[in-house]
């Protein structure tokens, strides 16, 4: 789908990995012998793929699948659709703690299920695995019942989520539909569309898979990736008076003074206005370009407080929309956000989207 044009994840087969590697030792300790056997027989010998994120022979990050046809998922041999993805092993290293690759590796599972049309994600996972289940539940999984893996000391929990609406939907708001559903969305008349602007500092940092660095000498160099950049859940801080901007809204940002287009958009979580500086860090949590000193340097410019906005990417559109098809439709070029007309969205913005809209 072409929505990690400078992505640092790379799809290889698990005969590429080495299973020896200290990567794979916190996986012996809970599975014990059982997991190297699993790994050669399963993954090896049958010709599962995965998405890694390393840089030489060190491995970071691992997410290891396979696609399931008609195969229950838990110990009450529930199926929920024809057609699943199942994440077979979840990882990141130690050493890559605290910068978001769990996000990075999740918003490609994503990317592969839309790719290859597969509605359902699930994955089992210890109970112990607090950090990987809030992850998982901020990004609309939920349990589906437990299952005893062979080997395993205990039963582990497992975690399904819909990429596409089925059932009920239909009843859910924009702002519930997108939780339950990410990354597909809502896009009707109840929706607002916005157009941020971004200076392109922050949007390099922000939008790293599609930034001028990205593509430098450096620009797969780990020690250079940041939370914000590797963050499916963003947040943008602006002094903005504008106050209509709601959960489940479609936010899509415009790169001035360079490029003078669109190419990532996201979808609201939530939008909140404080004049309060330790509110702002509590809202924003280490997802914004923004350091410490720049937000009190903005808090002191405005006395109405900073808008500060919670937002999940959704992606990246090719081509971009450029200024001119925005004057064609008669949208001013955004010195601070402005919302976008439908009559314009449904020209030239829904039709080049890459996640499904509903």
Known sequence: MGNTRGSLIKEISCSNLDVNDSFFDSL????????????????????????VIRE???????????VEHNEPINSDGDIPCEIALKICTFKVSDEARGVKFGERLLRSVFEKCYSEVIPFIYLTTGSIQESLIKLLEEFGFHQYGTIKSRGAKIADCVFGKWITPHHDSH???????????????????????????????????????????????FGQTLQFQASEGNAIRKAYVCKSSINRIMSGDLLFFYRSRDRHSVEAYGVVRTCARTKDF???????????????????????EVDHGLLVISFDLLGYIHPPIDVNDMKRYGITIPQSIVRIGESAYMNIFRQKQLWQQY
Request: aromatic content about 14%.
């Open 171 to 217: 009843i859910l708001d924009k702002d519930m539909f997108a939780r339950e559903f990410f990354p597909s969305y809502k896009d009707d008349s109840t929706v607002g569309k916005f157009l941020v602007p971004i200076q392109p500092e922050w949007h390099e940092k922000l939008f790293p898979d599609i930034s001028d660095f990205r593509h430098s000498l």
């Open 56 to 66: 030489g022979e060190n491995l970071y990050g691992l997410c290891i699948f396979k």
């Open 28 to 51: 012996r300790d809970n599975y014990g012998p059982e997991f190297d056997r699993w790994f050669k027989e399963k993954c090896v010998d049958g010709g599962r793929n995965a998405l």
């Open 278 to 300: 330790c509110t702002v860090l509590k809202l924003i949590k280490g997802r914004t370009v923004y350091t410490d000193s720049d937000l009190r340097a903005l808090m002191g």
